[in-house]
């Protein structure tokens, strides 16, 4: 439970903060928490528009930080979340999400998996 706040408290970092909250609002409670606290933190920094810039390392480190574990484990963590954020969100939220991520980060997405597995067998 714990890596599961960790890592949606870092997805809420690098999102546009406005997103952040419309994905928090088809979370459960614990995880909604979580994801609205980074973003409103989040905003107070920048101007609350566009959420913090960093890729794939730096989200590892922040999971990792935020769980006490090491940041392979971080990165499996992140993509378990990823899965299940996927199969709850709405559809057209997980698209905003995605396009919202940079390359390295949106890798964990099964969706973006998935279109590299189709990429590579045709």
């Not at 999971?63 to 954020?85: I, N, P, Q, S, Y």
Request: hydrophobic fraction near 50%; proline fraction near 5%; aromatic fraction near 2%.
């Amino acid at each position: 439970m714990l890596n599961r706040a960790a890592v949606v408290s870092t997805l809420a970092e690098r999102l546009p903060s406005g997103l952040a909250r419309h994905v928090a609002a088809q979370l459960p409670p614990d995880l909604a928490a979580a994801m609205r606290e980074a973003a409103d933190a989040s905003a107070g920094r920048d101007s609350g528009s566009a959420g913090e810039r960093f890729g794939l390392t730096a989200f590892a480190g922040r999971v990792a930080a935020r769980a006490g574990t090491d940041e392979d484990k971080a990165l499996r963590d992140a993509a378990a979340v990823l899965e299940v954020l996927d199969a709850a969100l709405a559809p057209e939220l997980t698209e905003r999400m995605a396009g919202a991520l940079p390359a390295d980060i949106r890798e964990l997405l099964p969706v973006e998996r998935a279109v590299q597995d189709t990429g590579l067998s045709g």
